[in-house]
């Protein structure tokens, strides 16, 4: 059960770290580049991948080139998701996004759409709208009416995005690109397109934010690699890695948020995550 729990840990910590980026002067836009730069190493040095083959002719690189752009983007949305709305609805908001290659399953690829998938999906909707929800004001010029919407969108952006880049990653799959390939040349696109941002920015480099990158970076492909460890060591059980990785994010995610962060949510997103836990249970075939 170690590699569960080391992979749900790095997630949940790369979520603290982004919580911790502003408070500790570090420009979230540099760590993320430099997290490329350890995340891609590391999946060079321990996934062995074949980068020679995303030279052939069957190559799939208009995905990779849409998952260079979004995995930064997503980033940076996610670090301001976590300032914005804090870890513990980010992190629903993320493990949501499983409901969108679901959706797209059986309405765009063909696959059979049984009652337990539906029933899970609208479960995950009920979740999603509840974890939006913000108290209502009739004056559209109240304080605090702009951040409302501000958080309801950074929230949808993180759904959205993650849930897209997973539905990239699985058609990239589906064409015979090996995950390890996939995920370093993907890797490197984002970092040459987070570099060639801040290089037109003129970003001022600072090493705290540097250092950070490479930190976030280690937590990040950390969490990737010991979720496909997992899958290798518990290879007769997925359910049991899907369901244990996404309801493990979101509790420990929920005990660091209210627990070290003293975060708020009010009862309605507190029963959004209740349901999205019990969406993520039903999703998964038996």
Known sequence: MYT????????????????????????????????????????????????????????????????????????????????QAGIVLSDVAQRLSLLLPLIAAFTVFGEPASSQKLMGIAIALCALAALLWRPGNRNSQAPGTRGSLLTVALLLGVWVGYGTIDILFKQMAKMGSGFPTTLLGSFVLAGLVSFTYLLVRRASWTVRSMLAGLLLGLLNFGNIYFYVRAHQVYSDNPTLVFSAMNIGVIALGTLVGAGVFKERINWVNGIGVGMAILAIFILFPR
Not at 14 to 27: F, P
Not at 39 to 59: D, E, I, K, T, V
Request: charged letters at 5%; hydrophobic letters at 60%; proline letters at 6%.
């Open 4 to 83: 569960l729990f080391l992979s749900i840990s790095c997630s949940v910590a790369v979520s603290v770290l982004l919580k911790m980026a502003r408070n500790r002067s570090i420009q979230v836009d540099q760590a993320i580049a430099f997290n490329y730069v350890m995340a891609g190493s590391l999946c060079w040095l321990l996934l062995s991948p074949q980068p020679q083959s995303l030279f052939a002719s069957a190559a799939p690189w208009p995905l990779l080139l849409a998952l260079g752009l979004l995995l930064p983007s997503i980033f940076l949305v996610m670090a301001k998701a976590v300032q």
